[in-house]
């Protein structure tokens, strides 16, 4: 949300798990939702248009332009961790409802049916993603879910009043940046590049545009400077040499972490990526290294600690110290981990804070080679989730990466059988098929029998091979092809060829049936 190769912790990271909304000690929540949290957001005073098709939407468009309002579009799931921490510390937030009476909200849930055409209209992927279009109807920018909620709200207001989308100020900025005031540097800097989706960014990546915007960006806007400084580091290749202004950077970066106030404001990035920043910064082994590790470690020490901040948040403090630490340092941080988790699976009633924390707290443990206490809150956990198949996906992780097969296949297994909702189902069910062809590759006909399921539940779902549906597909084809590299199965690929065959041929022309028809075949027949 790149953090393991099985299947659950891949879905962590596309979930990001690094952002989480943070809840301010000041603003008390309007609402609690119940242990089982609903799959909805928690209305809470919001009036959300609830959108699955393309007409509802339209319909939306059409109210927010006769009422003069922009349009806020929020693209989450029941499952996902950080679209259930929005729901915990920013949608129940009295200054957001309040907020949003200037703006028409619409929720598009992933799983629901034809919801998927609309990821592909709106170009949105990872959950969660918030858009904001003007009266016009053009998208201004995008927002990023994983920063403070009240900077959350500070954006969002910057975008409400935003006189150019964001793809304009960029524009302009790397023109030299003439008529371009502070709020414009502070939109594109707390713009959300991670789902931008190529909206501004090319195949390349947002490592060389953020680098190039951090340096255009004038002393007068410090704060947007900075932001972009740190996520440009933090996209820095990771095999690459240290950045060639290294030394410039090291001290900027040096000073904020020693800022109390500075490094808070930004511990989305310092807890997500520390790792990265120091590796941007400093060459392994060199005399940089030490100073700058400690640094980092006494700011993220004081961010862990830090009772206004969000859990989630905490918890990724505490991840980014122990992804830090020397082996010698590991036991000590493990106790702190240890009695973090038990702290907050004893404090924690809401259940969309749950299920944004208890999965975050349990990858922590993971991390810290604490399996077996990983493990054990999962399970403890399952029965308190209102999607126990996410914590069922982190049990696999954690069993394979033991070396305990049985339990790993058992656990994705029943991960695939309780996941809900159309789109879950096919990436569950990719996950599953993952999962047989890496620990039980000689089980054909248990492959052969998960792949034919998931193109009959395909079959039955209007927009299966749109947006997250349709990669879903592709990647059981991929799964296939790299298991049966020689053609030892191509008999049973061919029958599940000739199923999807028969699914292809009741769609309409189109990009829908062009992923259908090549979602089995090489990629260069596709």
């Given at each position: ?56 939407v339209d319909a939306a468009f059409v109210r927010a332009k006769a009422e003069g309002k922009p349009v806020f579009v929020y693209w989450g799931a029941k499952w996902c961790p950080p679209c259930n921490q929005l729901q915990a510390t920013l949608f129940n937030r009295q200054d957001f409802i309040e907020r949003s009476r200037a703006f028409v909200a619409v929720y598009v ?121 740190l996520k440009a580091l933090a996209a820095q290749d990771a095999q690459a040499s240290p950045v060639a202004d290294a030394v410039e950077q090291r001290a900027a970066v040096t000073a904020l972490l020693a800022d109390a106030a500075q490094s808070r404001r930004h511990v989305d990035v310092l807890a997500g990526s520390a790792k ?251």
């Open positions: 949300m790149d953090r393991a190769a099985s299947f659950a912790l891949a879905l962590i990271a596309a979930a990001a798990l690094a952002a989480c909304s943070k809840q301010e000690a000041a603003q008390a929540p309007t609402s609690t939702a119940p242990t089982a949290a609903k799959s909805a957001p928690n209305d809470g005073g919001i009036d959300w248009v609830r959108a699955a098709a393309d007409a509802e849930d992933g799983d629901k049916p034809g919801a998927q055409k609309l990821g592909t209209r709106f170009a949105v992927r990872g959950y969660p993603t918030t858009v904001v279009f003007g009266r016009d109807g053009r998208e201004l920018t995008r927002l990023p879910g994983e920063v403070d909620a009240q900077q959350y709200n500070e954006v969002l207001a910057l975008a409400l009043t935003a006189q150019r989308p964001a793809k304009e100020l960029l524009a302009a900025a790397r023109a030299g940046g003439q008529g371009l005031g502070d709020a414009d540097w502070r939109l594109l800097a707390w713009y959300s590049w991670e789902t931008d989706q190529q909206q501004l960014v090319g195949k390349e990546g947002p490592g060389p545009l953020l680098r190039e915007l951090a340096q255009a960006c004038p002393p007068s806007s410090a704060d947007a400077a900075m932001r972009l400084r990265e920043i120091v590796a941007a910064l400093s060459a392994a082994d060199s005399p940089e290294r030490g100073p700058l590790v400690k640094g980092f470690d006494a700011a993220l020490a004081r961010l862990q600690a830090d009772g206004g901040l969000s859990r989630a948040d905490r918890v990724m403090a505490l991840v980014a110290r122990v992804k830090l630490s020397a082996p010698e340092k590991l036991p000590a941080l493990q106790v702190e981990l240890r009695e973090m988790a038990s702290r907050f699976d004893r404090e924690i009633t809401d259940g969309y804070e749950r299920q944004a924390v208890i999965t975050t707290v349990a990858w922590a443990l993971e991390q810290a080679s604490l399996l077996a206490e990983s493990d054990a809150l999962l399970q403890a956990n399952l029965a308190r989730s209102h999607s126990p198949y996410y914590l069922m996906s982190q049990l696999s992780a954690n069993a394979k990466k033991r070396g305990d097969t049985a339990a790993a296949l058992d656990w994705s297994a029943q991960a695939f059988a309780k996941s809900e909702g159309a789109a879950t189902r096919l990436q569950w069910g990719a996950g599953y098929l993952r999962t047989l062809v890496e620990l039980a590759p000689k089980d054909a006909a248990r492959i052969e029998a998960t792949a034919a399921a998931l193109i009959d539940e395909a079959a039955a779902q209007p927009d299966a091979f749109e947006a997250r549906s349709g990669r879903s597909m592709q990647r059981i084809g991929t799964l296939l092809r790299d298991w049966d590299p020689v053609g030892e199965h191509a008999a049973m690929r061919q029958r599940l060829q000739q199923r999807l065959d028969a699914v292809c041929a009741k769609l309409p022309s189109g990009e829908s049936r062009s992923v259908c028809e090549g979602a089995l075949r090489p990629a260069a027949t596709t």
